[in-house]
């Protein structure tokens, strides 16, 4: 028979081969390789506390020989010892038959950290003549433990800061959003007023300036109540439920009633799914989008848009933002608007950024901001693609959980 990384042996020389395996002397020389191969310290001594096997890792970490270490007493050979109450009882109960285990802990055997066995020995009648102590050096994974405690310690801080900073944002917005808004609704009332009292006598550039007053005012409301709207979404995304998407669609759709009817435009919503999100603000995301595809369309367009869902693994995404190990459900928009330049594909995602300047086209720039926030809400996000003059889509990924 072949035995790995041994000569072949056959025949009769089989048997003396099994033979010479099991003589004691063979198996003392097998337990000895293995014994020094071990990284862990291994020791042993009788009753007397005197040492009978010491390993060659205990020769490495002491510096004492084998030669050197044998017959002498276990605390002479590993002084320190003697001083740690917990070896001491180990030690005890050892010799008394019990097994003893000693999690790590720093400072006996050289300063280090190790754990500790003591397993007590036997002979044939059941009686206890001496113990094996098993060293085992955990140093690398105490520190790796440690710098892991100071790492979560480290971001637990960074956690409760953000927290903070959050919390006076959100009241710093609140506050600010509430005491403009009740100044601006003065101004806006006492220019209602004004413009139904004395807009007969003013000039044609009077009314004009008067006009630009009153839009101003309008709009700085409309940017308040947005502003207001963008720092409330987290405080909205506390208790998630299942959503049919399709009933979903139809209610946002509803809200939008006016200006679709306004502007006869077709909107085809095609099959639906069932996922796990904030219906409010879901609701809130898909009508800033469809809201913006009636809206930036050419001078006497009829609004064409295409809703539609399909599953996608995050691996198959080409974007940053992605988790390849996640399945998402991608929600597409398409409409046939006027477009927008691919350059602007990310900046339209920001806070006040607002590509179309014209006045035909108003908006605060806070829409497509407070979408991708939602969608970042439901770990997921929006990607646009579009040409000028050729329409745009909107791909909103979010989770499937």
């Known amino acids: 028979m072949t035995y790995p990384g041994f000569l072949s042996v056959n025949g009769a020389h089989e048997d003396k081969f099994r033979k010479h395996l099991t003589e004691p002397e063979t198996q003392k020389q097998l337990a000895e390789i293995m014994n020094d191969a071990i990284i862990d310290r291994i020791l042993a001594f009788n009753i007397d506390l005197q040492i009978i096997a010491w390993n060659r890792m205990c020769e490495i970490v002491t510096g004492i020989s084998k030669h050197d270490a044998i017959g002498k007493c276990f605390f002479d050979v590993l002084p320190g010892t003697d001083a740690c109450p917990y070896v001491g009882n180990a030690i005890t109960?050892?010799?008394?038959?019990?097994?003893?285990?000693?999690?790590?802990?720093?400072?006996?055997?050289?300063?280090?950290?190790y754990e500790h066995h003591f397993i007590p020995l036997k002979n044939e009648r059941g009686h206890v003549i001496g113990v094996l102590n098993i060293i085992h050096d955990v140093a690398h994974r105490v520190k790796t433990e440690e710098e892991l405690k100071a790492l979560n310690k480290a971001l637990a801080r960074k956690n409760r800061e953000l927290k903070q900073k959050k919390?006076?944002?959100?009241?710093?917005?609140?506050?600010?959003?509430?005491?403009?808004?009740?100044?601006?609704?003065?101004?806006?009332?006492?220019?209602?007023?004004?413009?139904?009292?004395?807009?007969?006598?003013?000039?044609?550039?009077?009314?004009?300036?008067?006009?630009?007053i009153q839009a101003s005012a309008r709009r700085m409301m409309l940017l308040t109540d947005d502003v207001l709207k963008y720092f409330d979404l987290q405080m909205q995304a506390r208790s998630a439920s299942p959503i049919d998407l399709g009933q979903l669609m139809k209610f946002a759709l509803n809200e939008l009633d006016e200006p679709l009817k306004d502007s006869r435009a077709v909107v085809n919503v095609g099959e639906m799914p069932v996922i796990t999100g904030y219906r409010n603000l879901l609701t809130q995301m898909f009508k800033n989008i469809i809201d913006n595809a009636i809206k930036f369309q050419p001078t006497g367009n009829v609004p064409q848009i295409e809703i539609s869902a399909s599953n996608i693994k995050g691996s198959e995404i080409k974007h940053h933002e992605a988790n390849k190990e996640t399945e998402y459900v991608c929600v597409s928009i398409t409409d046939n608007g006027i477009g927008f330049s691919k350059k602007h594909s990310d900046r339209i995602f920001q806070m006040f950024q607002r590509v179309h300047h014209d006045p035909e086209y108003p908006g605060t720039g806070v829409g497509l901001a407070i979408s991708k926030k939602i969608a970042?809400?439901?770990?997921?996000?929006?990607?646009?693609?579009?040409?000028?003059?050729?329409?745009?889509?909107?791909?909103?990924?979010?989770?499937?959980?």
């Open 93 to 113: 109960m050892a010799l008394k038959g019990f097994q003893m285990f000693i999690p790590s802990d720093q400072g006996s055997y050289g300063g280090g950290y």
């Open 167 to 212: 919390a006076d944002l959100m009241v710093y917005a609140d506050v600010t959003a509430h005491d403009l808004k009740e100044p601006l609704w003065r101004i806006y009332s006492f220019i209602e007023k004004l413009t139904a009292s004395e807009m007969e006598n003013l000039s044609e550039e009077g009314k004009m300036n008067f006009k630009r």
């Open 376 to 401: 970042a809400l439901h770990s997921g996000f929006i990607t646009a693609g579009s040409r000028p003059g050729e329409g745009s889509t909107f791909n909103c990924y979010l989770e499937l959980k």
